[in-house]
């Protein structure tokens, strides 16, 4: 018998494993292939790129996870959280913690609804496969805060602090609207428009900053989930280019479907701007170098020119992310430290080398944002809200960001539906919320669930208790305990010796 290639190794470990239902209608089965109104006409010959079969997808993991474990298991024994060049570093990790981790078990449950709904065996096993890999990624970093809820705070009731915390509504917010999205809609959504078009921007950038720091596990954390996302984004390129090249009725499907995750996966960003400019002490490199690196060169004068052939163009509200660079990371900042009280990670006062840095890299800095964050130098809470933010009703951000086109006027955006007012924070927010508002009208707003005794009727007491967090774990980080007890490890190992 020849020897078979990879190709015929492909088919033949990966091919005739699909049920054919005998007893049973195709469309009681697959109640939602057809519910989108995407036409599939010959969808087997689609495959999956990397041809990847199940053994060997165990043994590249496997070593994978062997070289990762083997730096965490140096970093934790050898006092790494102390090597760091600054503690505040941490507090970006709780927020990164707080918005990614939950969203990498999100993304596995959504990589298996998408693999029961879609007949067809490629789509299947590749979104096996990367629910796996999901599913390691969530373990890694539960595993990597384990440990670290040993030295910091804010991690200690985790599991309560992802279900309750305001915060993470965003990241809940954006899962939960593709899971409840058809299955078509989420390959879009996740495979596509977050993993092809963002996925570089969320890992790169920050684990560079890690590695500048002198966090070696969270580098590590990076780069090992970093190396699935190339598979990832391949599926996400062949799938699209496989409905597009179906029929010519699924075109304007996918562009408002493009449109409406291209705007979503850019605002739930937004929080990675800020980890990427703010919370290194060294900066590897701007938010918006990276976006103009991993977005507009690689994605929109790259990738998109040549989906012209398919009658595609640039998401609707490309432009207006393009002109938000300048600001993005500065604004969420802002709010970051408007509600510096009422997170599990902490806001910090800049010095003099982050405003130095801040203003090289982005001109407009010193007059539209130093001015803000100078208000802290002598009061670290000058800037604190006295409430919670009232939240954009599709992306769950805080009405708070200012039209790129003008800096003194507020972009919130407000949409009538069923006799009542619902706001959103910008135009790409409000042509999703319009275009599905009976969707987005059901949104758990935290505010309105505190205010009215949803969690709680002692406030703040029973606010702090559902978050799982204590007023403690919230303020300013250089005048924090958390901080004492890192510069006093420090002397303890003599971290703070001086050699000339």
């Known amino acids: 018998m020849a020897k078979m290639g990879i190709k015929e190794k492909y088919h033949a470990m990966t091919r005739d494993l699909m049920w054919d239902p005998k007893d049973y209608d195709y469309r009681t089965v697959y109640p939602l292939v057809e519910k ?4 599939l006409k010959d969808p087997s010959r689609w495959e999956d790129p990397f041809r990847l079969a199940y053994n060997q997808y165990v043994k590249v993991q496997s070593e994978k996870d062997g070289i990762y474990h083997t730096v965490r298991n140096a970093f934790e024994a050898n006092d790494g959280h102390a090597r760091v060049i600054d503690s505040r570093w941490y507090e970006g990790v709780k927020a990164f913690a707080s918005a990614v981790q939950p969203g990498e078990y999100m993304a596995h449950r959504l990589m298996t609804y998408i693999g029961r709904h879609i007949p067809i065996e490629a789509v299947r096993f590749a979104t096996f496969n990367q629910a796996m890999d999901e599913i390691r990624h969530a373990q890694i970093e539960i595993k990597h805060y384990a440990h670290m809820s040993k030295m910091i705070d804010g991690l200690h009731n985790y599991q309560k ?18 899971l409840t999205a058809g299955p078509f809609e989420a390959l879009i959504a996740i495979s596509f428009s977050f993993e092809y078009v963002f996925t570089n921007i969320l890992f790169l950038p920050f684990a560079s900053s890690a590695g500048a720091v002198g966090d070696e596990n969270f580098a590590a954390v990076g780069k090992t989930v970093q190396s699935d996302e190339s598979r990832h984004m391949a599926l996400g390129m062949s799938a699209l280019k496989m409905l597009l090249e179906e029929d010519d009725r699924n075109i304007p499907i996918i562009q408002y479907w493009i449109d409406k995750w291209y705007w979503r996966c850019y605002r739930i960003f937004s929080v990675i701007a800020t980890l990427v400019d703010y919370y290194p002490r060294i900066r590897p490199i701007s938010w ?6 991993y977005v507009e060169e690689q994605v929109f004068n790259g990738l998109f020119k040549d989906f012209r052939k398919y009658g595609i163009r640039l998401p609707k509200f490309a432009e207006d992310s393009i002109k938000e660079k300048e600001y993005y990371s500065h604004n969420t900042m802002r709010i970051l430290d408007h509600y510096k009280h009422a997170n599990m990670f902490r806001g910090f006062k800049l010095q003099p080398d982050d405003y130095e840095w801040l203003a090289n890299e982005y001109p407009l800095f010193e007059e539209h944002y130093a ?68 969707k987005y009208a059901q ?14 009727t002692d406030l703040p007491g029973d606010l702090f208790k559902a978050w799982g967090t204590t007023p403690e774990e919230g303020g300013e980080h250089y005048s924090s305990d958390e901080h004492a007890r890192w510069l006093e490890h420090r002397r303890h190992l003599g971290l703070d010796k001086k050699y000339f």
């Open 371 to 438: 001015p803000y964050f100078h208000r802290s130098d002598d009061n670290v809470l000058a800037g604190a809200s006295k409430g919670l933010p009232g939240v954009c009703t599709v992306c769950h951000l805080p009405n708070e960001f200012p039209n790129p086109d003008n800096m003194a006027e507020r972009w919130t955006q407000l949409s009538e539906y069923n006799n009542k007012t619902y706001a959103t924070c910008s135009p790409g927010c409000k042509h999703i919320f319009d275009h599905e508002p009976e």
């Open 36 to 39: 989108e109104g995407i036409i």
């Open 161 to 178: 602090t992802g279900q309750n915390s305001w915060f993470n509504t965003v990241t809940k917010s954006f899962f939960d609207d593709a």
């Open 443 to 456: 949104i758990w707003w935290p505010a309105e669930a505190y205010v009215n005794g949803e969690l709680g």
């Open 288 to 293: 918006k170098k990276a976006f103009e690196i």
